[in-house]
């Protein structure tokens, strides 16, 4: 499939945005996908929004889009796979390719590659949910108590949305953070929590390299679970973050550094925390950050001085140029 981009000027791009999909993550999805849509046509561009179904490849063919922009949440949306096939279809597409995309959806992979680089990320260990089960929960839990110390995170290794994650104060607590982990994957990354200043760095690309936009501080009453992050009222945002000039500087640069390292394109988003001594430690990065009305990304993009419609509107210019 051949894009039409050369066909039509920069003020006729067509686009097509994808929202839904099968995951744990559609609802995000899908109020992401309403909200760039409304951006894009705020900002001149002709947009149709379509969920991932049987119908798509023949409405890609018909629609005939200079772009598309994937805001699909989750497994096949994050990992790589939607993203194979507009490559198959050869179709412009907003965001990072899909080998890249399965290296930033496994978490455990991304904290090594990150970590290779520099950058500080706080010691875990990935537990398959099979093995765990072989080899005796007790035994394994008191090895990882040992071993890392509490408190403790457990999340899925692929995932987002804060689906499946608990802090963990109490080896009594370990069992239950599992379980409820392993409902959203077979696998588990438990890691050491960090006591710090929580904070979300969105960044896009421009013809410098990859711009940082200010950081977002999050501020949850208890963790910042899928509840905190997608209803109002659980969490305070602070945007730009209350970081001193030195330990901003450090957070932007270790979230370039990640974005550069992971092989991020166009747009993402790179999860961090922030010690007592000002040094930022890795947590997790998103390739399709969430866009609805409370997600961290348009945050940012407003506290940058700019308007979600322009900043849109050249993400989708930068992805339909050709490669």
């Not at 960044?203 to 711009?211: C, R």
């Amino acid at each position: 499939m051949t894009s039409p981009t050369s066909s039509r000027s920069s003020d006729d791009l067509r686009a097509v945005v994808l929202a839904g999909g099968l995951s744990h993550e559609r609802e995000v999805s899908v109020r992401s996908g309403r909200r760039v849509a409304d951006a894009l046509r705020a900002g001149g561009i002709d947009v149709v929004v379509h969920d991932v179904d049987a119908d798509l490849v023949p409405t890609l063919h018909d629609v005939a889009p200079d772009v598309v922009w994937p805001l699909l949440h989750g497994a096949t949306g994050e990992d790589g796979s939607v993203r194979e096939i507009l490559d198959l279809l050869d179709l412009p597409y907003v965001g990072t390719g899909p080998g890249s995309s399965r290296v930033a959806w496994n978490k455990e992979i991304a904290k090594g590659v990150v970590s290779a680089a520099g950058i500080a990320t706080p010691d875990s260990v990935t537990l398959q949910q099979d093995l765990f089960r072989e080899l005796g929960a007790g035994a394994v839990m008191d090895a990882l108590v040992a071993r890392i110390g509490l408190p403790l995170v457990v999340k899925p290794s692929r995932g987002g949305s804060a689906l499946g994650v608990s802090v963990v104060d109490s080896r009594g607590d370990l069992a239950r953070a599992l379980v409820a982990s392993y409902a959203y994957g077979e696998a588990a990354l438990v890691e050491r929590a960090i006591a710090g200043t929580e904070v979300a760095v969105s960044i896009v690309e421009t013809d410098d390299g990859p711009l940082a936009l200010p950081a977002v501080e999050i501020v949850t009453d208890g963790p910042y679970d899928y509840d905190a992050r997608y209803n109002p009222g659980r969490s305070q945002y602070f945007t730009p973050a209350r970081l001193d000039p030195a330990t901003s500087e450090r957070v932007s640069s270790a979230a370039v550094t990640a974005f550069r390292e992971l092989g991020l394109r166009h747009l993402g988003r790179v999860d961090l925390i922030v010690d007592e001594d000002g040094v930022p430690h890795f947590l997790e990065t998103n390739v399709a950050p969430g866009m609805t009305e409370t997600s961290l990304f348009p945050q940012a993009v407003l506290a940058s001085g700019t308007t979600l419609a322009a900043t849109y509107r050249d993400i989708v210019e930068r992805a339909a140029r050709p490669r």
